[in-house]
């Protein structure tokens, strides 16, 4: 009897299911970090940015008494 019993576990003990369930906090950190690298694309609209635009492009405007030109704040495309 203990003979069978043995070899009944030893049978099924490898196909046992284990669930791998990740922690709360790991959830947590890669919604985090999914979220920082979302935002770091996107436009920063603040009045301190400071961006760089790669690429060749046609402003029009005036010219103010520093050099510096004034030009029409343009609509922000719509949030997706």
């Known amino acids: 009897m203990h003979k069978k019993l ?25 919604i985090a970090s999914q979220i920082a ?9 603040s009045s301190t940015a400071n961006q760089t635009m790669a690429g060749t492009y046609t402003v029009s405007g005036t010219i103010d008494v520093t050099g ?11 949030a997706e």
Do not use: R, W
């Open 37 to 45: 690298t979302a935002v770091s694309s996107k436009v920063d609209t």
């Open 68 to 78: 510096a030109i004034i030009v029409p704040t343009a609509t922000l495309p719509t």
């Open 6 to 30: 043995l070899t009944a576990f030893l049978i099924c003990a490898p196909m046992s299911a284990v669930a791998n369930i990740p922690s709360t906090e790991y959830v947590q950190q890669q």
